[in-house]
């Protein structure tokens, strides 16, 4: 193979290696956005529904 065609196929490999990478960080970052960071006051986290349930829960085994 010639030094010619060796580039070609390494520069074409890292085009095709570039384009990959790119494509999943785009990927990642569009999926991070769409994703709440905090949990809304309609959708609490498992924590705060547990929090909020605790009582109820305890009274119901103490009276068990």
Do not use: C, W
């Not at 010619?4 to 290696?17: C, K, V, Y």
């Not at 498992?46 to 349930?53: F, R, V």
């Amino acid at each position: 193979m010639s030094r010619l065609s060796q580039a070609a196929r390494n520069g074409a490999l890292a085009a095709i290696g570039l384009y990959l990478i790119s494509t999943s960080t785009v990927l990642v970052v569009s999926y991070a956005t769409l994703q709440p960071s905090t949990p809304s006051v309609e959708q609490p986290g498992p924590l705060q529904s547990l929090i909020t349930h605790l009582p109820a829960l305890l009274g119901a085994l103490s009276q068990g």
